[in-house]
């Protein structure tokens, strides 16, 4: 692509690389420009912007996704801290299905990623007080909300921590296997 957007192992999963200017006063960037991203090949319509704080290094937040009619388009960064962000194939009839990508997003970096629909979605802080922020192309559904195990054995995610370290949510402690989950997505070729 270019050295704004780069596709990752699994092409659909994009990582972005915003251009940052430096002098002495700081630094000035264009996080988000619908342009750049649509020469990219990604047209979205954001709707809502979310920030989460993970204080603890070693917190997990997913696997996550929303089922249609709200399942979500994603664009990924870290503010402060850093990540490593996960996206899995969950499209039935994918050449990937079940496997994932990943990307070390942090405030240093300035890296995005883009993950659209089809793909569950999760990440991990690597060091305390790490600050997210993610925009999304459909509305929170409650109704919708759903994620696979974070620690499924058949993804063997390497969440680059020990395991014995983690946190998670008690919703997130309860997703099920990929295995186990009735996919809403189906793959379909371009």
Known sequence: MTEFARPLAIPEIILITPKKFIDERGFFSETYNRNSLADAGINAEFVQDNHSLSIPKAVIRGLHYQKPPFAQDKLV???????????????????????????????????????????????????????????????YSADCDTGIAWNDPDLAIDWQIDESEVLVSEKDARLARLIDSPSSFTYEQL
């Open 77 to 139: 960064r870290v503010i402060r801290g850093s990540i490593i962000d996960v996206a899995v194939d969950i499209r039935k009839n994918s050449p990937t299905f079940g496997q994932h990508v990943s990307a070390i997003l942090s405030a240093e970096n300035w890296q995005q990623l883009w993950v659209p629909k089809g793909f569950a979605h999760g990440f991990c802080t690597l060091e305390p007080n790490t600050e997210v922020a993610y925009k999304v192309t459909s509305f």
